[in-house]
């Protein structure tokens, strides 16, 4: 297997981490709330508190969310770093197929050009 640089093993985890919808929802309602406990999380959600707990820590793991003690809570908040390297590696993919769509525009109007019936005389 072909060792990936860690920039693409940060991208992998987070989109594996942003696969799930739960995941998103608890990311959105942080990234609204600033810092919120499990407890606090779980009652905007559909899932116990112990579902949140489990996908805090696939977050957390994917460098998405930090967690805090603070007394006897964990209060998580957003880290942005991990988002900012998966949308920089998303522009550069975009910008790539960008580049080969206008080659491939180039090269269909190059041949529209070369095949166009010449007038009669």
Do not use: C, F, N
């Amino acid at each position: 297997m072909i060792d990936e640089p860690p920039a693409a093993e940060a991208v992998d985890s987070v989109l594996g981490a942003l696969a799930d919808p739960t995941r998103r929802q608890l990311l959105d309602l942080l990234a609204a709330q600033g810092e919120a406990t499990a407890t606090t999380l779980a009652e905007q959600l559909p899932v116990s508190r112990q579902a949140v707990v489990k996908h805090l820590a696939v977050l957390d793991a994917a460098g998405l969310v930090s967690g805090a003690r603070v007394g006897r809570e964990v209060r998580y908040s957003v880290r942005p770093a991990a988002l900012d390297t998966t949308a920089r590696w998303m522009a550069s993919l975009a910008a790539d197929w960008d580049r080969r769509l206008a080659h491939i525009k180039r090269v269909a109007e190059a041949a529209d050009r070369d095949e166009s019936p010449t007038p009669p005389d």
